[in-house]
């Protein structure tokens, strides 16, 4: 399973799905790769140090001679392993520009990989450029969170749009493995409301599994640690936790 974690809003908690879906497949015993695909390099300093110095996702895809295998980095975790991003990657679209095969530059890198790890969980930048055309091009499937907000919906179908796009000229295998609605709070009525649009907008697509507002989920990448091992007796870890059976009951 290659899943891409996208939606080109800003901070609805691709990042914090990214790194806890990835955390709680290694601890299943799955042998996992993180690969982040965002400049930021959110997912990258949630696991490891920043460095510079050591080659990552952006030397990849612009250099023929460097493989995944050359920049994936073992994480504190077992069985999990990080593909780093660094600011460079912001250039990519630039440094592509004219290239043929610059959608297809990340499927090309991972098929090269084997089958070195039986789950691939992608983390995009919020925006549908080149990068997550990149993750969805290359991925088997998505999952798209959502922030349990007034907003929720703006913008969704841009997003649909561009994976129809991408499954007729590219990816014809791509499914869309569900839509995770999260930071939401089951107390207020207004949270209640926003789940049962989501609901009402992506019927069965939704997973069972909501993800509720939790301030362990924001404290842990600070410690470079996953919820599981941060706070593993928090809401956060129990729902990451449950979407991590979910997504496995899907796939
Ligand atoms: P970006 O688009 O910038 O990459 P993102 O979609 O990756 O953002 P995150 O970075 O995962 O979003 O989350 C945005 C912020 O919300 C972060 O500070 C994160 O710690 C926090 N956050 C994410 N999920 C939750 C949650 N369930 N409860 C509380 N805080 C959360
Ligand atoms: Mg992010």
Not at 123 to 138: E, Q, R
Not at 150 to 167: K, S
Not at 184 to 203: K, M, N, P, V, W
Request: hydrophobic share 45%; proline share 4%; glycine share 8%.
């Amino acid at each position: 399973m290659i899943v891409a974690i996208a939606n080109q809003k800003g901070g609805v908690g691709k990042t914090t799905t990214a790194i806890n879906l990835a955390s709680a497949l290694a601890l299943r015993g799955k042998s996992t790769l993180l690969i982040d695909l965002d400049p930021q390099g959110n997912s990258t300093i949630s696991f490891v140090q920043r460095d510079a110095a050591v080659r990552s996702v952006y030397e990849t895809m612009v250099d023929d001679g460097c493989g995944l295998s050359d920049v994936i980095r073992p994480s504190p975790q077992e069985n999990l392993w990080i593909a780093p991003a660094r600011i460079a990657l912001a250039k990519l679209e630039a440094r592509l520009v004219g290239e043929l095969d610059a959608h297809f530059r990340l499927k090309e890198r991972l098929d090269a990989l084997g089958g070195r790890f039986s789950h691939v969980v992608i983390d995009c930048p919020p925006a549908l450029g080149l990068l997550t055309v990149n993750a969805l091009v290359a991925a088997t499937h998505l999952l798209i969170p959502i922030q349990s907000s007034y907003f929720a919906l703006e913008g969704t179908d841009d997003l649909l749009e561009t994976v129809q796009r991408v499954q007729t000229r590219a990816n014809p295998g791509l499914d869309i493995l569900g839509v995770l609605i999260t930071m939401h709070d089951r107390r207020t009525s207004l949270g209640r409301d926003i789940q049962h649009r989501i609901r009402e907008a992506f019927g069965a697509k939704v997973f069972r599994t909501v993800i509720s507002k939790n301030v362990r989920l924001e404290e842990g990448p600070a410690y470079r640690e996953s919820i599981f091992t941060f706070a593993p007796n928090s809401t956060g870890a129990a729902d990451y936790y449950s979407l991590c059976e979910e997504v496995m009951d899907r796939v």
